[in-house]
Nanobody
Framework: QAVYFGGGLVDAGGSLNLSCTIS?????????MGWFRQADGKEREGVIC????????LSDDSLTGRFTIARDNAKNTLYLQMNHLKPEDTATYHC????????????????WGQGAQVIVSS
């Protein structure tokens, strides 16, 4: 289960910091974690991972310099800092664990809670 904070409505160019606090995992610190998003009527897409072996990896180069990720293991909490937001970033954002695929780490599409809705107005 996850509890989210930080979603909302923001103007293009603005920033948001999402948080996701996980419960039910005794070894949160052992998990490679990340975020994925889903916009209305669109496929889910990975956003970013933070892994022990590779550090921060982005699923899409267009997010470089705009999105970053952090975690606080003492609080079982994951963060997503989003800067220079664009209307195409509008989606519901979910935290999840990350797994290795042939081309890198990507978030698994696990739904822990309802996610954080982000709306970016143009």
């Amino acid at each position: 289960q996850a509890v989210y904070f930080g979603g909302g409505l923001v103007d293009a160019g603005g920033s948001l910091n999402l948080s996701c606090t996980i419960s039910g995992f005794r070894r949160f610190f052992d998990l490679d974690m990340g975020w994925f998003r889903q916009a209305d009527g669109k496929e889910r897409e990975g956003v970013i991972c933070l892994t022990k072996s590779r550090g921060v990896t982005l699923s899409d180069d267009s997010l470089t310099g705009r999105f970053t990720i952090a975690r606080d293991n003492a609080k079982n909490t994951l963060y997503l800092q989003m800067n220079h937001l664009k209307p195409e970033d509008t989606a519901t954002y979910h935290c999840s664990d990350c797994a290795w695929y042939t081309s890198g780490y990507y978030p698994e599409f696990n739904y822990w809670g309802q996610g954080a809705q982000v709306i970016v107005s143009s």
